[in-house]
Structure formats: C-alpha cells, structure tokens
C-alpha cells in the first residue's frame, strides 16, 4: 500500500477503538469489517496472523461500540478479549491492506449487497360485507361509518368511536390484518387498546352490545383493556379464550411457535382450556404447548415480551430459530437454514427500525454466517 494512505487509516483506526471516531468513520469501520468476511479478494494479500488480528480488533471494537447503545446478542460462550496495545500496529498493516482493495473496486460493489428494510405500519381492514381497505395508504381522518361506530385514522392507528355511531342492534364485525412486515395499533369500539404485531389478525365486533365482549386473535397482540366487570372482555384464539380482570397482556398464538404464550402485564387475568380455567398474576406466563400440556412460568420478564410493542427486538436466552422466527416475520422473509443449528441462547436488544443486513452483522458476531437471498435469509 502507498505510505501516503498509512497516517489516516491509523488515526481512523486508533479514533475507532478509543471511542472517538464519527458516525460516519464508525459505518466506514464496520463496512470494512462485514465485507471482508464476505469477500476473501478483499484479504487474499494478508497473512493469516494479520486477519486474525484485524478480525479480533474489529469483533472487540463493534463488540464495545454495540455494548453502549444497541445491546448484541450475546451468546452464553466463554466471549474472547484481545489487548489493542499488543497488536494494534499487526491491525492497523492488515487493515490498511484491506482498505486499499477496497478502494479499487467499483462504485456498484457496495451497492450491490442485498438488504431487506425492516417492517412498518401496514394493514388491511375487511369490512361486514367482505370489502377491503389498505388502511396505511389511506390520509388521517374519519374514512367510513361501520353500524354502531365511525372509525378514524390517525398515523398507524384505527379508531373506533361509539359515541357518534349509529345505534344498531345488528352486531357487525371488521377484521384488522397485518401482512409479514407490518404492525398496526387499533382502539376498539369500547376504548380498549390493541397493538397488532406482524403476521396477525383481529376479529372485532364494531360495538359492543351484548352480555360480552368477545374479540378473536391470530398471531400476536398486547391489549391494554378498558375493564367493565358487567361486560367481560374475552380473547379467543385457536386454542383458548383468555379473560379479562382489569388487565394488560400480551397473547403470542402464532402456528409456528411451540406454544400459545399469554403473558400478564398488570391486573389479572382468566384462561379457559377446554374444561379448565386458570387464573394467573402479574409476571406470570401461561403456556399452552402444543402437545396439550399447559403450565405457568413464575417472574417472566414483560418487557422482553412486549418489546417489540416499543419498535425493539428483546430477547433473554432465546435460541436462534426463535430469534430467526421474528425477523422472518418482520422483515417479510422466508428463513433457510444450511447445516446444524447450535443450541446455544442469546440475550440482546436491538431496534427493530434497523435494516436487516444491521441486525444480521451483529447476530454474526455469535459466530453465525447469513447471506440474504431476494425474499429469503440463510442461516449457516
């Protein structure tokens, strides 16, 4: 490399790790470090005690940066620690090697790196009479009039107002359904409130008449309910009906789970299986799995739960298909995996606002590979 391009990498390279560097110098760090892990011309000129010195300084360097704002996964292995002091001037030659490759390749090759924008608000609403309404390409205001209510939009939230809807004996229902990418939050007709996470859908009634309120769920939602002890508020999913007593709580039913979770944030709540019913408390998760056997987990930790209510993904010993599950769904994805998958958990939280080629180089940093693939993530 021309010593000429020496003195600034070193400095870029010395700002990195002492926590001084840029935004902009800290992205150029960390392209440097995702692409020469996917590309081997970008390092066919280093020794292999150079790159396992630039890789160790990178790991350790994004390993800090993570580690004050988004928290990595971190995976429960012994994590290995380098000494920047003993090998930096190793690091910074096998650096500025990589650096000058990649300053002779085209303008289009970081261009060409596939990457899936993360989910956002979407959804489709189904009237009584089967009509559909892409509600997030729709403006903010009052759209249509439903028997018993008028719903309005406002940002990436449907509203259903009673009070000025015409009265109806009729019970009419609507269904809120998010598509693989999206999240809607939806108030019901009785002022209870609804977040519907990606993949799911809500069966409601537009007001609330009868002796019950009873609404019905596929996938995920967290409910904040507006308590009425004369008018029950019940969830029904494939395999249970979960019931109110002044509560906030998050129902994870989707197919492809393991079992149907229903996590309690305040209040209480009754689940009814089959001819048992169980009544559980705050920090307690019911599990209903899915060869029929149920049982309640004792101080579940909610915010990880609901996490993804507050645009984060949060995860607490959670193994990596479990993990792959939700940015499958969120990311719209199909997911691939090539060869054994380990056993190991993790613990993270990083913002679901990310691309998923951002998620994907910190999950690498557990050792995993990826590769993004039009509409599908390999996992190796």
């Known amino acids: 490399m021309p010593s000429s391009h020496k003195p600034d990498f070193l400095k870029l390279v010395e700002k990195y790790l002492n926590g001084t560097a840029s935004e902009a110098e800290?992205?150029?760090?960390?392209?440097?470090?995702a692409h020469f892990t996917e590309e081997p011309d970008v390092t066919d000129d280093l020794t292999p005690e150079e790159l396992e010195a630039l890789k160790a300084n990178l790991r350790q360097g994004i390993d800090a940066r993570i580690s004050q704002g988004n928290k990595i996964y971190r995976p429960l292995y012994r994590r290995r620690y380098f000494r920047v002091a003993a090998s930096f001037l190793l690091?910074?030659?096998?650096?500025?090697?990589?650096?000058?490759?990649?300053?002779?390749?085209p303008a289009t090759y970081f261009a060409?790196?596939?990457?899936?924008?993360?989910?956002?608000?979407?959804?489709?609403?189904?009237l009584a009479n089967g009509s559909k309404i892409d509600v997030d390409s729709l403006k903010?205001?009052?759209?249509?009039?439903?028997?018993?209510?008028?719903?309005?939009?406002?940002?990436?939230?449907l509203s259903y107002d009673a009070s000025t809807g015409s009265k109806s004996a009729e019970i009419s229902y609507n269904t809120l359904t998010t598509p693989k990418g999206g999240e809607y939050q939806l108030v019901l007709a009785d002022g209870t409130k609804v977040w519907l996470n990606a993949a799911s859908s809500l069966k409601f009634p537009t007001a609330f008449t009868?002796?019950?309120?009873?609404?019905e769920l596929t996938g995920e939602a967290y409910f904040d309910v507006k308590h009425d002890a004369s008018q029950p508020f019940k969830v029904k999913t494939a395999r249970e009906t979960v019931q109110d007593i002044g509560t906030q709580f998050n129902i994870n039913s989707y197919a492809d789970e393991n079992a149907v979770t229903t996590t309690l944030v305040e209040g209480s709540i009754r689940i009814f299986t089959g001819k048992t019913q169980k009544v559980i408390e705050p920090g307690q998760q019911y599990l209903l799995k899915n060869n029929g056997l149920a049982e309640v987990r004792n101080d579940v930790d909610t915010d990880e739960i609901t996490a993804w209510?507050?645009?984060?993904?949060q995860f607490n010993n959670a193994d990596m298909k479990t993990i792959m599950r939700q940015i499958g769904r969120w990311y719209n994805v199909d997911v691939e995996y090539q060869g054994e998958v380990s056993n190991a958990t993790y613990h993270g939280r990083i913002s679901r606002n990310s691309k998923a080629s951002d998620v994907?180089?910190?999950?690498?940093?557990?050792?995993?590979n990826f590769k993004i693939e039009r509409s599908k993530i390999i996992v190796k």
């Open 26 to 33: 800290r992205n150029t760090i960390e392209s440097y470090y």
């Open 360 to 368: 994907l180089k910190i999950l690498e940093l557990s050792g995993m």
């Open 309 to 313: 209510k507050s645009g984060m993904f």
């Open 140 to 157: 903010n205001g009052l759209f249509t009039a439903q028997p018993g209510a008028q719903v309005t939009k406002e940002g990436g939230k």
């Open 112 to 126: 060409q790196k596939q990457d899936l924008l993360p989910g956002g608000n979407k959804a489709t609403l189904t």
């Open 91 to 105: 690091f910074a030659t096998a650096a500025a090697v990589v650096v000058t490759k990649l300053k002779h390749k």
């Open 210 to 215: 009868g002796s019950e309120r009873v609404v």
